[in-house]
């Protein structure tokens, strides 16, 4: 079975570009979610509920979320 990442991101993140940055340095395929900052989906509501902050990756269905 095929590791599956999600990344949930806002494009101009600083935050995110690390998470970005090191996915590609380490050659790990992952799908890309840009989130509206303004209008959360569910998927971050669900994966971070306390903070709804983003990035969030998600790998395997378990978020890793960060706690700046």
Do not use: C, Q, T
Not at 12 to 41: C, H, Q, T
Not at 63 to 68: E, I, M, Q, T
């Amino acid at each position: 079975m095929a590791d599956e990442i999600i990344l949930l991101d806002f494009w101009p993140s600083m935050f995110g570009m690390k998470v970005r940055i090191a996915l590609a340095e380490k050659g790990l395929k992952y799908e890309y979610r840009d989130e509206d900052l303004f209008n959360k989906g569910p998927l971050l509501l669900e994966m971070n509920p306390i903070h709804k902050k983003i990035p969030v990756l998600i790998h395997n269905g378990k978020p890793f979320v960060s706690l700046r």
